[in-house]
């Protein structure tokens, strides 16, 4: 069997150092047939030398474009606008299957190029489930941003900007040091528990010190009831983590926060899952994402910052707080899929990724030749 060629291109969005294939899946492609070519990526968590380490190629930084053309070009994010053709095979999340801006123009460079999207974002198993998603490094570390809202607000501060961090110990460690040794005492209410993000946001408060009984873990059955929910109103950190996929009642309100008054004890909420400008997002009392430099955005109650403070984090790109973690647990979810690329042709998870691309192709095609 010829061996299969796998290129990891670096990535060029601004702060992202998670990479699609860490040394680890690396090392375990090489050995199962792959002939990995690693772009040198000074951005990346891990250094060029690790992968050297295992046996990848380094290659120039940014060089993919001069691959072979039958070498598939692994990467995370998308790509940096243009409208050069794509004729090679990528394997990404490329956010452009719902309609999202400039879907048409991303799907167009592949059309023009004759390449190949496989979607990241759209590897699933037999049940549709993802085959990997970096959900639980998501609750984790937005965990931890609530947190750490909540002891900047103790001290009656602003929790200032946000760095991705070493490894997951170090998070820890911070976020228990902030708290002034431990978190014992914090009380929390995590919904959509039993999910990817909720487990991970039950972990770091696990981790931090939280009592068992202090972390409430909720999910389908608990909000069964309708909200809004007192619950909520009780805990001093709300994080939330359901995949909202039918409308619902709300969990939380300006008016319901208002009828509080200050016997209210929630001061941070986090919303992992960040559904800010979904008409029934069911956290209505913001309307931004938040960002690693302003992490937190003030409730507002009357229109003026509700009293005792209350926040929001609503970062949408949590994971990448724990680069080299999230990239490890993404990667070796991805493994088993990656290591059936050479038979992608006959291989499920990869024929039915790519029927939906093509499905999105043909979509895009009609779509810009009406523009013209
Ligand atoms: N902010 C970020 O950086 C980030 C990163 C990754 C994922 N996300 C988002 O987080 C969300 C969750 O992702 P996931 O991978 O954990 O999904 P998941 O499917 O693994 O888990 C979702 C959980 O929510 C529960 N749930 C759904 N509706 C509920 C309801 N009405 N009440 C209570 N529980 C409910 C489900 O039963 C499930 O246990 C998604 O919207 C995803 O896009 C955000």
Redesign the pocket.
């Known amino acids: 069997m010829p061996r299969q060629p796998l290129w990891l291109r670096c990535e060029k969005k601004e702060f992202e150092r998670r990479a699609a294939l860490t040394p680890t899946t690396a090392k375990k492609l090489i050995d199962a047939g792959f002939d990995i070519y690693v772009e040198r990526d000074p951005q990346r968590i891990f250094d060029d030398e690790e992968y050297e380490k295992v046996g990848c190629t380094l290659v120039e930084h940014n060089s993919w474009p001069s691959a072979p053309v039958t070498t598939p070009i692994i990467g995370l994010k998308e790509l940096p606008a243009s409208s050069d053709p794509l004729p090679h095979t990528h394997i990404q999340f490329a956010h452009c299957y719902k309609n999202q801006a400039g879907w048409a123009s991303v799907l167009g460079r592949f059309a023009r190029g004759g390449g190949t999207l496989y979607d990241l974002e759209f590897l699933t198993d037999e049940s549709g489930r993802r085959v990997a998603?970096?959900?639980y490094h998501?609750?984790f570390a937005?965990a931890a941003a609530g947190a750490l809202a909540l002891a900047a607000q103790k001290g009656g501060k602003k929790l200032g900007r946000l760095e991705p961090y070493e490894n997951e110990a170090a998070m820890v460690a911070d976020v228990k040091e902030k708290l002034g040794g431990s978190g014992k005492g914090v009380k929390a209410l995590v919904?959509?528990a039993?999910?990817?993000?909720?487990r991970g946001a039950v972990d770091l408060l696990r981790k931090v010190g939280l009592d068992e009984d202090d972390i409430l873990k909720?999910?389908?059955a608990?909000?069964a009831k309708g909200g809004p929910f007192q619950e909520i109103l009780d805990v001093d950190i709300f994080v939330n983590?359901?995949?909202?996929?039918s409308p619902?009642p709300p969990f939380l309100t300006e008016e319901f926060i208002q009828a509080a008054g200050p016997s209210r004890r929630v001061a941070c909420v986090v919303d992992?899952?960040?559904?800010t400008t979904n008409p029934h997002n069911p956290i209505p009392i913001y309307s931004i994402n938040t960002t690693f430099s302003e992490p937190t955005v003030d409730v507002l109650v009357g229109g003026t910052p509700a009293n005792p403070p209350l926040t929001v984090v609503s970062?949408?790109?949590?994971?990448t707080l724990l680069p080299r973690e999230a990239s490890e647990q993404f990667s070796s979810d991805l493994l088993p899929s990656l290591l059936q690329l050479p038979q992608r042709d006959t291989a499920r998870v990869w024929t039915d990724a790519k029927k939906l691309f093509q499905e999105k192709l043909a979509l895009a095609v009609e779509a810009e030749s009406t523009a013209q």
Do not use: K
């Open positions: 998603a970096f959900g998501a609750g937005g919904i959509g039993l999910g990817r993000c909720g909720w999910d389908m608990e909000t983590c359901i995949y909202l996929s619902i992992v899952s960040c559904d970062i949408d790109h949590l994971p």
